[in-house]
């Protein structure tokens, strides 16, 4: 028979047990860092200002981007770091032609952050070019721009974070409540065709977004070009048609494009969005007026600002869905608005180079298209004039 003081004995070793028990256990594993997320240079949020795809079997996934002094290229995130990967060589071989690799300037909410040599005599396809840690908490906007040569970019790897914006930017005032940041056209970019695919007849759309088109009859591609390596020129009655609709004309969008004139004798069509029986929208020049417009029925938003042959100009049209607007914008400053009743919805397709009125294909450019570009969204008036900034 157990006693009495053998129990209380026999307790308190159980509970002195269990004390070193508890002092013995493992200590909880130090946090991990933060986790990353790898953007590939197919991801969509990119944004690709003249930099095209660029395919070399050496980089992780066969393919990057590629460019030259004046172009550039530009991701919104959300996260506390950011890490750039890309390749060093001497060369570059792009669009048919070996390009020498120079050096890229990195910033980070339009703050430059270091300018870094990509020129090596060895060539790695997976270097990492930049890196940044601590970044404050909410949207950051990395801009990489090749200076002095060209440059191959790969991926970002971003840590703390890693998904886009949705929906946190500063709201600038714009119509709709359009948001003046980078990040807020990064996020509503649905196409963007750079007219840098001078070597087939498919005209790439690089927003992420898949709304490649072709190049149709009378049209063809040009070293006469605002940005990137090639434009679009129009020698003959054409176009480029973009399968259906790539913006919902009875929603709020913005159109916008770089254009060079040949001849003001005749309407002419930059990008519109074919309907039934006639052009939803049209982004053109006028030949009644020889002025530029925005054009949706049945009213249209005119230019202050006169055309003129061989002179490039930047057209921006803003329509406002909430509102019931249309406002033309040219080189980035706001020229008209004009009211409009509620649209019906077109289903396309997207074309480049002419317009269609009463069922048949009008208003046939002449000269040259650049950097089309299209927003799911009424873009404000900043926004505008950063686009066009772009290409200055």
Not at 140 to 148: A, L, M, N, S
Not at 201 to 220: I, R, Y
């Amino acid at each position: 028979m157990i006693s009495k003081r053998s129990r209380v004995f026999w307790a308190a070793l159980a509970l002195t047990c269990a004390g070193f028990g508890a002092l013995r256990a493992p200590a909880e594993p130090p946090s991990a860092d933060p986790p990353e997320t790898v953007v590939k240079n197919d991801a969509a949020g990119w944004m690709w200002y003249g930099m095209d795809p660029y395919e070399n079997a050496a980089l992780p996934d066969g393919a990057a981007h590629a460019g030259g002094p004046g172009t550039y290229a530009m991701y919104t995130f959300q996260g506390s770091g950011v890490d750039v990967y890309g390749m060093c060589a001497m060369t570059v071989v792009a669009d048919r032609r070996s390009h020498r690799v120079g050096k890229v300037t990195v910033s980070i909410d339009d703050k430059d952050q270091a300018t870094i040599d990509l020129s090596a005599a060895t060539t790695d396809a997976h270097f990492k070019i930049f890196s940044i840690t601590g970044l404050p908490a909410g949207n950051h906007v990395i801009q990489i721009t090749p200076v002095g040569g060209w440059a191959v970019i790969d991926s970002l790897a971003i840590k703390g974070g890693g998904t886009p914006p949705a929906g946190s930017e500063k709201n600038s005032g714009g119509p709709d409540g359009a948001a003046g940041a980078a990040s807020d056209l990064n996020r509503h970019l649905v196409g963007y065709w750079p007219c840098d695919d001078d070597s087939s007849l498919v005209v790439s759309d690089q927003s992420g977004h898949g709304h490649s088109g072709k190049l149709q009859a009378g049209a063809a591609w040009s070293g006469d070009r605002k940005m990137g390596m090639s434009s679009i020129t129009f020698l003959h009655p054409g176009g480029v048609e973009i399968p259906g609709a790539v913006v919902d004309n009875t929603k709020s969008f913005t159109v916008a494009c770089w254009v060079k004139l040949a001849n003001l004798n005749s309407f002419q069509s930059f990008v519109s969005l074919d309907g039934p029986e006639q052009s939803a929208f049209c982004l053109q020049m006028r030949q009644d007026t020889r002025h530029f417009a925005f054009s949706m029925d049945p009213e249209h938003a005119e230019s202050v600002t006169s055309a003129a042959i061989g002179r490039w100009f930047h057209l921006a049209g803003v329509y406002s869905a909430a509102n019931k607007t249309i406002t033309l914008f040219v080189n980035g400053a706001q020229e008209s608005v004009s009211h409009v009743p509620p649209q019906q919805r077109a289903d396309g397709p997207t074309v480049f180079g002419r317009a269609k009125a009463a069922g048949g294909f009008s208003e046939f450019a002449t000269g040259v298209i650049d950097e089309v570009q299209l927003y799911d969204t009424a873009l404000a008036p900043v926004d505008i004039r950063t686009i066009y900034s772009m290409g200055q």
